[in-house]
Structures are given as structure tokens and as C-alpha cells.
């Protein structure tokens, strides 16, 4: 089992709609990131949390610490944020990072 | 404008062949990290450096080599020894390894043939 999974792996919806990412994770964790790769492949950070929730501009992301779950959501989505969007975790037991597989999403004109 | 640089970002080669991926970066960053991306995989750590002159293998390592004889410089070689090394290379930084954050270069496809 990998100890960071994301979901779904694929997503494709129409411009406009709310998108919704998930990653969940079975290890101690001091951070969670979540992170852009655009078709070129060039990485970006988009977030960095270890509690709570945190916004800029239309993407919100937020993580329970409890439940070993994090979520990253665009509201009113564009064909620009079509990307590959990572999730990377920060192990407590060895400060390690973990990287999800990926979610590709698809935003349709 | 600071940032990290990988050049080329396409490279092709015959197989035996050794070959040497650049990695530049600006930002004043003690730490440096190479990681390997194959389709429908998370990124795989293959070496990292603490500081100049250091450097330390990661998940991934065998078939490839490092060194860090410069803070802005992290260059990684590709040996004939490594199985498969067709892939897409990304190098990233960080202030420091226990710092949260990393800061990713624009990466280098590899092709072996």
C-alpha cells in the first residue's frame, strides 16, 4: 500500500465547475504540500500546510490531521489550471518526502 | 530573477553511454535534491545534498552519481549501470533538507535508446 494515495487519478470537467482533489496518507506527518506540474513538467508549490485550511486566489486547501486527509479545491475553474496536481507528504519518523502519483486534471472550454 | 535552471530539457543518448545533467540555482539554498518521474509514479528521491561538498543517497541511487563542489551546482550523471534511465529528471532546493519547502526546476527528459 502506498502511504500517500490520491484520488482521483484522472479528472476532467467543464470550465466553471468545482473541482475537488484528495490525498490521503497513513504515516505521522509534520507537512503536507500540494503542488502543480504543468505539461512542460516544471513543479510548483501551491501550498504548504500542517493544520487547518489556506486560500489564494481560487484554490483552497485544506488538511485534517485526525483523519490523515487533505483536500485542494478550485472554485470556478479554467482551462488554465489544467495540470498534474501532487501531493507530498513530510514523514515525522525519518523527515522524509513521500510524493503522491498524481492527479491529472482536465478542464474543458 | 532567482530561481533553479536544468539544462538541456531534452537529452538524448545511445545506451552505454554515460551523460551529465546540469543543475543551477540562485537562491542561496544549502540543500539540493535529484528526483526521477516515470509515468503513473511519485517522484523518487535518487540523491540529495546537505551542503557543499556533501551528499547523500537516496531511495534510488544505484547507476548514478553526484557531487556538489559548488553551492549554486548539483550536477547528476547518469551511468551505463543504471537499468533503466530513460525518464523525466527534476532537480529542487530548499533552504536547508529540514526546511518544508523546495523549489523545482523545470526538469530534463532523458532518452536512452
Known amino acids: 500500500k502506498n502511504e500517500v494515495e490520491q484520488s482521483p487519478q484522472n479528472l476532467t470537467a467543464q470550465e466553471g465547475e468545482f473541482i475537488t482533489i484528495n490525498c490521503s496518507y497513513s504515516?505521522?506527518?509534520?507537512?503536507l504540500h500540494w503542488l502543480q506540474q504543468h505539461p512542460g513538467g516544471g513543479i510548483v508549490s501551491l501550498f504548504m500546510l500542517s493544520s487547518g485550511k489556506k486560500k489564494h486566489g481560487r484554490l483552497i486547501a485544506t488538511i485534517n490531521i485526525q483523519e490523515k486527509h487533505s483536500s485542494l479545491h478550485i472554485t470556478a475553474s479554467h482551462p488554465r489550471d489544467s495540470a498534474v496536481y501532487i501531493c507530498?507528504?513530510?514523514?515525522?519518523?525519518?523527515?522524509?518526502?513521500?510524493f503522491g502519483k498524481g492527479t491529472r486534471l482536465h478542464i474543458l472550454p | 530573477d532567482g530561481g533553479i535552471t536544468q539544462s538541456p530539457k531534452y537529452l538524448f543518448r545511445k545506451e552505454g553511454q554515460n551523460v551529465t545533467l546540469s543543475c543551477e540555482q540562485n537562491l542561496n539554498h544549502d540543500a539540493m535534491y535529484w528526483y526521477r518521474q516515470d509515468p503513473g509514479q511519485g517522484l523518487r528521491l535518487i540523491y540529495y545534498s546537505q551542503i557543499v561538498n556533501d551528499f547523500q543517497k537516496g531511495d534510488i541511487a544505484e547507476g548514478y552519481s553526484v557531487s556538489r563542489e559548488k553551492k549554486e551546482s548539483f550536477p547528476l550523471t547518469v551511468t551505463s549501470a543504471q537499468k533503466n534511465p530513460t525518464a523525466f529528471y527534476l532537480c529542487?532546493?530548499?533552504?536547508?533538507?529540514?526546511?518544508?519547502?523546495?523549489?523545482f526546476g523545470p526538469g530534463t527528459r532523458l532518452t536512452v535508446t
Open positions: 507530498a507528504v513530510r514523514m515525522n519518523r525519518d523527515d522524509k518526502i513521500i
Open positions: 529542487a532546493s530548499s533552504e536547508q533538507v529540514s526546511s518544508y519547502e523546495q523549489y
Open positions: 504515516v505521522g506527518i509534520s507537512a
